[in-house]
């Protein structure tokens, strides 16, 4: 059995009588245990980035793959790049089984439809270029496994996720990612340890490769894209930060250039150090 499946000890206390105190004190104790777990993978993560580092610089792509919960944890972590490094839409994609309805609502036998998995990577014309990163909690995912599986075939790099290292051992996968994050508290319910620990290990992946990129400046968004009132006013505080300037020429600045790395451009040199 799975071990994302299997029966948690202290779950089959849980029931109507238990407190929200209770529950969430067991929910918080697990959590921690998820952390931990992404901990013991730091350096597949590592690896993993800086294969995802080398595509992008490249001009190819970091392709997420996933079913359920861990298709929208790759879709989320995909949105959040453009607006935070500047990247363009197409640099990171996700795909997810079932389809653009599947982030919103549940596609019945979406996971185990190895034909539209198949189609799906074609779709994207992965290439030798690309990184694909299937994620799957069970390890055992068939959409996810048919989309790895298609990916090597038409010479990507891959990646495997997966919080199942017993089942993950026999996907092949040019890295492997298996924070064991054990038993959830509701049995197979993955949204929960499961899904912790994959959005810190897709946060890692993105945030190691753009950093590596430079497109981070000092622990700051130095590509950020300004696209709404809060995003502009952080943008100003970047620009004053970084340049050492007050935030009404950092504003400026701005509105002259236009974004935040033009700004950053004029009359100072580069901060980007790489270690």
Known sequence: MSTTERVHPKGRR????????????????????AVKAVGRVRAQIAIAAERITVALRGGGRLIYAGAGTSGRLGALDAAECPPTFGTAPWQ???????????????????????????????????????????ITASGRTPWVLAVLAEARALGAQTVLVSCNPGAAKKVKADVKILPDTGAEVLAGSTRLKAGTA???????????????????????????????????????????????????????????AGDVP????????????VD
């Open 262 to 273: 033009g700004a950053l451009q004029v009359g100072t040199k580069s901060h980007f150090r």
């Open 198 to 256: 994959t959005k810190l290990v897709l946060n890692a992946l993105s945030t190691a490769a753009m950093v590596r990129l430079g497109h981070v400046d000092q622990g700051r968004m130095s590509k950020l894209r300004p696209t709404n009132a809060k995003l502009q006013d952080r943008a100003v505080g970047i620009v004053a930060d970084l340049l050492g300037i007050d935030r009404a020429e950092a504003a400026r600045r701005l509105e002259a």
């Open 92 to 134: 990171v994609v996700a795909l997810i089984a079932g389809g653009a309805k599947a982030l919103t609502r549940a596609v019945e036998g979406a996971e185990d439809d190895v034909p539209d998995a198949v189609r799906t990577i074609r779709g994207v014309k992965a290439t030798a270029g690309d990184v694909v990163c299937g």
């Open 14 to 33: 849980l029931g109507p009588k238990s407190s929200a105190r209770r529950v969430i004190a067991l929910l918080h104790s697990e959590d921690l245990k």
